[in-house]
Each structure stands twice: as C-alpha cells, then as structure tokens.
C-alpha cells in the first residue's frame, strides 16, 4: 500500500482527483491534501508519503518549485497538469509520466503502476534534474532522456546529428559520441524534435538541420548528405517540404 498525498491549489479538482484515485487504486491511501506550494512543502514533511500527486501550476508557485525547495526528494510523483503547452514537452523530453485533467481511470492505473514499479532513486533523480536542466536552459539548449536496454543516458540534442528508425527502435546518432539504441519508434521523437529544427525526410530517417551539408538530386533517388557524410534518403512526398525549408534556412 502506498501512502498518497493530493496537492492541487482548486478544490474542486482536488477532491474529483481524490475519489478518483479512492475507487480506481485499491493500493493506494490518500493521507492527506494541500491547496499551495506552501502547504505542500509542510505536508510533505509532517507525512513523509510514499507518492505525491503534484499538480503543475499553482497560485503560489509550480510543482516544480515545490520539488526544487524540498530537494532531496525521498518520494515518487506523478504529475498532473490542464496546462498542455506548458508542461507536456518537458516532462517528454525527461521521460517523466504525467496525467492530463480531468483524470482517466485507465491512465491514472498505469501511472500508478509506474510509480509502484518505478526504478531506483538514482535513476529518478537523473529524469528530475533533466527536467529542471531543461526548464531553465533555452530552446536550442534542451537536454533528452533517452533509454536503451541498460542504461539511461541525458543528451543534448544540439548533439544529435540523425535518427533512424527500425521498427520499434531508434538509432541515435551524435556528433562526437558513440551511437544509441532506444527501444521506442521515430515518431515520438519526430514530434520532441521537430520544433527543435529536425526534419522527417523518410518513414525511417530524422535528421538535425544542423549538420545538413547539401542535397544531391539523382534518377536513382534524392540524396541528403550531412556534414558528417552520412547519407540519408529523401523520400518523394517529402521532397518538395524539404526544398521548402531549404528556401527559408
């Protein structure tokens, strides 16, 4: 069983949140709820909970800081947000779970899951100080959580040269470090990366328009070479996208 605290400053989605939690976790005791960072931080520490339910954006301040001005944290968190713009992309870009209100049954089960069945402290302390890293530090300087089948890595993606995709993998290739296999699909990180300047120039390829060197055009096929001299291939329907982006560079 584990011992949950609710914080979430609007009462009313402070106790949907709870009676939801209540009738879809049967392993989880709510002992307690705060309405502020403040009465947040002197919750956590009069209960010591083994989760914390954290919501995103408060009156007086972000879950965020809460977690920063309680640093270290001896708990699991599973993050709740109606703000999609403002939290998802980091929480993504930090392998961090989260839930979007109003709550769903089947996600709340899964995060819970989760966080019962969550790595080492070590390992969530790495997602959190990405995660604060990225908050802090400008677009173009973002940090990824990238998992392969036995470690966790947290790369700067100005340091990403290409991704190529087979089936569920993805290969990471960087500009001055040995590659990375993850075992999760180009999509996901075509959506991560794209506001980022990368560009999907096949089902199988993403690249970094960074380290685009020149474009070869061919009866054979269209040909992207990167400064690195790999070659990547340009599909038909992307070509014209492409050219657009060339033009606007």
């Known amino acids: ?21 209540k009738a879809t976790c049967p392993t989880i005791s709510i002992i307690g709820q705060a309405e502020s960072v403040a009465s947040g931080i002197k919750l956590i520490k009069q209960l010591t909970p083994d989760l914390v339910f954290l919501d995103v954006e408060m009156a007086d301040g ?4 809460l977690l920063q001005k309680l ?16 939290a998802i992309r980091a929480f993504r870009f930090s392998a961090i779970d989260y839930l979007l209100k109003p709550l769903d049954s089947k996600e709340l089960l899964d ?7 969550s790595l080492s402290k070590e390992v969530f302390d790495m997602k959190l100080h990405n995660l604060f890293t990225n ?16 470690k966790i890595y947290s790369v700067n993606i100005q340091d990403i040269i290409n ?6 993998y993805t290969t990471f ?19 991560l990366l794209s506001p980022h300047n990368f560009f999907r120039t096949h089902k199988s390829h993403l690249i970094n328009m960074a380290y685009f060197d020149h474009f070869i055009k061919s009866e054979g096929g269209n040909t992207i ?23 606007s560079l």
């Open 163 to 168: 991704c190529e995709s087979d089936k569920n």
């Open 135 to 150: 908050l802090e530090r400008p677009k173009n300087l973002q940090k990824l959580v990238l998992k392969t089948s036995d």
């Open 62 to 65: 972000t879950g965020f800081d």
């Open 1 to 21: 069983m584990l011992r949950a605290v609710v914080i979430d400053d609007i009462e009313k989605i402070r106790k949907e949140n709870i009676a939801i939690i």
């Open 225 to 247: 070479i990167m400064k690195n001299k790999s070659s990547i291939p340009l599909s038909v329907r992307k070509k014209e996208e492409f050219l657009v982006l060339l033009d």
């Open 173 to 191: 290739y960087f500009i001055n470090a040995p590659k990375l296999v993850v075992s999760t699909n180009l999509k996901e990180y075509e959506t």
């Open 71 to 86: 640093n270290p944290i001896g708990f699991k968190v599973i993050f709740i947000t109606g703000y999609e713009d403002f």
């Open 111 to 117: 995060a819970v899951k989760k966080a019962e069945d």
